[in-house]
């Protein structure tokens, strides 16, 4: 479980200072955290959760659209199925925490609401939606080339 105080991901991640650390200018270096998190659900949906990292966000709704457009997503019933511009700023206490106090530009792309099989012994393979995580790793790959200028 996640403490403020020096929890299990700062030990993990070892973002803190000291010897074996991330250094600063290792933080400084990372523009942008981009944390998947919950998917593979039929018909997830994603919020932005940070203004900082807005821009991106709205990169991935562009993208969701034009796929859609294009015909390229499967069983996608309409052009903004999964990226929405409603808004929910601050964020769920996750893997990326110790990395936002550090400063670092996060996108927290969490399904919500959370898959009914979470933390249940039903979350197996069985319970993934291939076209769902078709669809994203498509719209993923898509922001990814956009976000390295490929």
């Known amino acids: 479980m996640y403490t403020e105080s020096r929890g299990p991901f700062e030990k993990i991640y070892r973002v803190d200072e000291g010897e074996g650390r991330i250094s600063a200018s290792h933080l400084q270096a990372i523009s942008l955290f981009v944390l998947l998190d919950l998917l593979g659900a039929p018909q997830p949906s994603f919020q932005n959760h940070f203004l900082a990292t807005s821009g991106w966000f709205e990169r991935l709704i562009s993208i969701e659209k034009r796929l859609h457009r294009l015909g390229l997503l499967q069983s996608h019933s309409r052009e903004q199925l999964y990226f ?27 399904a919500t609401p ?12 069985a319970n993934l939606d291939p076209p769902t995580v078709e669809n994203l790793s498509k719209i993923l790959a898509a922001f990814l080339a956009e976000y390295l200028g490929l």
């Open 84 to 110: 929405h511009r409603e808004s929910i700023y601050g964020s769920v206490e996750d893997d990326h925490a110790p990395f936002l106090r550090k400063g670092v530009p996060v996108l927290h792309l969490i």
């Open 114 to 125: 959370f898959p009914r099989v979470w933390h249940t012994p039903e979350d197996t393979e």
